[in-house]
């Protein structure tokens, strides 16, 4: 079994942009360990992305009502995303 999996992702903190491309063959179960584990991360990955975009839309108003600056917004996305 070939699986291809090919995931974009925009950073809209900094505008940058990041692909991943990967091609993963599973024929054994050290294949499969290895496919969860990229699944698990590009899952990470995605949360990551969005949290960070859902705070990003918040104005500085609404983040000061919670508690938040907008430096803080990757240090609590990434830790959202563990």
Known sequence: MQL???CTA???VVGQQ???HLVVACRRRKDKAMLSSIIHFIQRWKRY???V????SFSDLELADM???????DRIA???SR
């Open 49 to 51: 992305g969005h949290d």
């Open 53 to 56: 975009q859902v705070l990003s």
């Open 78 to 80: 990434r830790g959202q």
């Open 4 to 6: 291809y999996l090919s």
């Open 18 to 20: 990041c692909s991943i």
């Open 67 to 73: 508690g938040i600056n907008r430096c803080d917004i």
């Open 10 to 12: 925009t950073n809209t």
